[in-house]
């Protein structure tokens, strides 16, 4: 799932993203699934999909759900993280304004 979130992340560029989000149920069963997945996923998994959640600007209704269980495992994960994951997890927070205390209160 995560390489999924990634390659979409990858392609989505104006034209594809805006397809991709003009319809919120396009995306919502794969963050659902990929929400419930989570707890099982080491640090690559947790800040690719959340760098790729940020660049395709999931925001909103079908994605809190995924919003807050990222936060939680990128918690967990944070001090298994390498340079590249820290960053694009730090970046995918902080480009859509979550909150993330557990994640950067540390």
């Not at 807050?68 to 967990?76: D, E, I, R, V």
Request: hydrophobic share 45%; proline share 5%.
């Amino acid at each position: 799932l995560s390489t999924c979130w990634s390659r979409l992340g990858r392609i989505a560029k104006n034209a594809d993203r805006r397809r991709l989000l003009q319809d919120p149920a396009l995306l919502a069963p794969l963050a659902r699934q990929t929400a419930a997945a989570l707890d099982d996923w080491g640090p690559w998994g947790v800040s690719a999909t959340a760098h790729a959640a940020a660049k395709l600007r999931l925001e909103g209704g079908p994605y809190e759900a995924l919003w807050s269980k990222l936060g939680t495992a990128a918690a967990a994960s944070a001090r298994d993280f390498n340079c590249q994951g820290l960053a694009n997890t730090a970046w995918a927070f902080a480009t859509t304004g979550r909150q993330e205390p557990a994640l950067f209160d540390r």
